[in-house]
């Protein structure tokens, strides 16, 4: 604020370093001027203010100073990927840098919208995780931009938000696959029509694959698999397991298995938890593993039937879909 104790102000000009002007306004008595807008944190300032006083003479003041440099900030890893093009039950997630205590605040900072535009709400996980999704999965062909206004945004006292960014992405074709453990199928559908029955072998008795809906979140051509990340133990470490699927954050996937006989796809639940497709070492692009992956995109949704295991927790990877519409707003 710029203010006079005697006299009225006649102009205010407030730039920062780049140029840029201020706007501003005077009060009605000509007193004092303030900013329309918050002014930018780690920024730096010039003020020209001239003012009269009651006799009619003139004065001016020029200043310069720095607004506050933040100690502390914070930042939002976002899902999906800037220009991705993914399925229709993907859902927006963000993970902060830093626990967030003003939410109502950071909550405000980012915008989901969509064309053709549908509602979308957000559901906090914890005080560092904000998710957003609509009421059912995205029409094809919906265009979603994910903006970030977090750059001065408070989040927690003395924390400060750094970014100023759009994220969009494009909802593709409508994909959706179901996993019934007791038949081993999986059933994927295209556009509502059955696309691929495949064999499959889920989890075992012992450790049986989630119930619930999960969404792909991460697709890897091959990758290490060992038992110690995920609370097994030594009982498996296999280096390249081949078109794997992440569909859950505590280890759940699609995959390939060239280790497994393959009597046992179609036939027998053997896995410790992921839904396992026939392949070949080094990944085969004719395998049931194969078509799965090419024909998947980062955001389908896999619905696993299994009346003998859990739901899924909805913030165990992108399972927000097991909430009900009411359940979500709630959070």
Request: proline content about 6%; overall charge neutral; charged content about 20%.
């Given at each position: 604020?710029?203010?006079?104790?005697?006299?009225?102000?006649?102009?205010?000009?407030?730039?920062?370093?780049?140029?840029t002007?201020?706007?501003?306004?005077?009060?009605?008595?000509?007193?004092?001027?303030?900013?329309?807008?918050?002014?930018?944190?780690?920024?730096?300032?010039?003020?020209?203010?001239?003012?009269?006083?009651?006799?009619?003479?003139?004065?001016a003041?020029?200043?310069?100073?720095?607004?506050?440099?933040?100690?502390?900030?914070?930042?939002?890893?976002?899902?999906?990927?800037?220009?991705?093009?993914?399925?229709?039950?993907?859902?927006?997630?963000?993970?902060f840098?830093?626990?967030?205590?003003?939410?109502?605040?950071?909550?405000?900072?980012?915008?989901?919208?969509?064309?053709?535009?549908?509602?979308?709400?957000?559901?906090?996980?914890?005080?560092?995780?904000?998710?957003?999704?609509?009421?059912?999965?995205?029409?094809?062909?919906?265009?979603?931009?994910?903006?970030?206004?977090?750059?001065?945004?408070?989040?927690?006292?003395?924390?400060?938000?750094t970014?100023?960014?759009?994220v969009?992405?494009?909802?593709?074709?409508?994909?959706r696959?179901?996993?019934?453990?007791?038949t081993?199928?999986?059933?994927?559908?295209?556009?509502?029509?059955?696309?691929?029955?495949?064999?499959?072998?889920?989890?075992?008795?012992?450790?049986?694959?989630?119930?619930?809906?999960?969404?792909?979140?991460?697709?890897?051509?091959?990758?290490?698999?060992?038992?110690?990340?995920?609370?097994?133990?030594?009982?498996?470490?296999?280096?390249d397991?081949?078109?794997?699927?992440?569909?859950?954050?505590?280890?759940?996937?699609?995959?390939?298995?060239?280790?497994?006989?393959?009597?046992?796809?179609?036939?027998?639940?053997?896995?410790?938890?992921?839904?396992?497709?026939?392949?070949?070492?080094?990944?085969?692009?004719?395998t049931?593993a194969?078509?799965?992956?090419?024909?998947?995109?980062?955001?389908?949704?896999?619905?696993?039937?299994?009346?003998?295991?859990?739901?899924?927790?909805?913030d165990?990877?992108?399972?927000?879909?097991?909430?009900?519409?009411?359940?979500?707003?709630?959070?």
């Open positions: 604020m710029v203010e006079v104790t005697d006299g009225r102000l006649t102009s205010v000009k407030v730039e920062n370093a780049d140029g002007v201020v706007g501003g306004k005077t009060d009605a008595g000509g007193r004092s001027w303030r900013p329309t807008a918050a002014l930018t944190l780690s920024t730096r300032y010039t003020v020209d203010a001239y003012a009269v006083d009651g006799d009619g003479r003139a004065a003041k020029h200043a310069v100073f720095t607004t506050l440099v933040p100690k502390n900030t914070f930042i939002g890893f976002f899902t999906p990927e800037d220009g991705s093009t993914v399925g229709t039950g993907m859902i927006v997630s963000l993970v840098s830093h626990p967030v205590a003003n939410r109502g605040a950071v909550r405000r900072a980012i915008v989901v919208r969509s064309e053709p535009a549908v509602e979308v709400a957000s559901h906090w996980f914890g005080a560092q995780r904000l998710d957003f999704r609509p009421e059912s999965y995205w029409t094809p062909g919906t265009k979603v931009t994910l903006d970030l206004r977090l750059r001065d945004v408070e989040g927690a006292p003395g924390v400060y938000g970014q100023a960014k759009e969009r992405f494009t909802i593709g074709r409508d994909q696959s179901t996993v019934e453990t007791d081993h199928t999986m059933t994927v559908r295209r556009d509502g029509q059955v696309f691929k029955v495949l064999p499959v072998t889920a989890g075992s008795p012992s450790n049986p694959t989630y119930n619930g809906r999960m969404v792909i979140t991460e697709k890897l051509p091959l990758t290490r698999m060992n038992g110690q990340t995920v609370g097994f133990g030594g009982e498996y470490d296999i280096p397991v081949p078109h794997a699927m992440r569909l859950t954050r505590s280890g759940t996937f699609i995959h390939g298995s060239y280790w497994a006989p393959p009597g046992t796809f179609g036939a027998v639940n053997t896995s410790h938890g992921c839904v396992g497709l026939y392949d070949v070492k080094g990944g085969g692009s004719n049931p194969g078509w799965m992956f090419d024909h998947s995109l980062v955001g389908d949704v896999v619905n696993v039937v299994n009346p003998h295991d859990r739901t899924v927790a909805p165990n990877g992108l399972g927000g879909w097991n909430l009900t519409w009411r359940q979500w707003l709630a959070g």
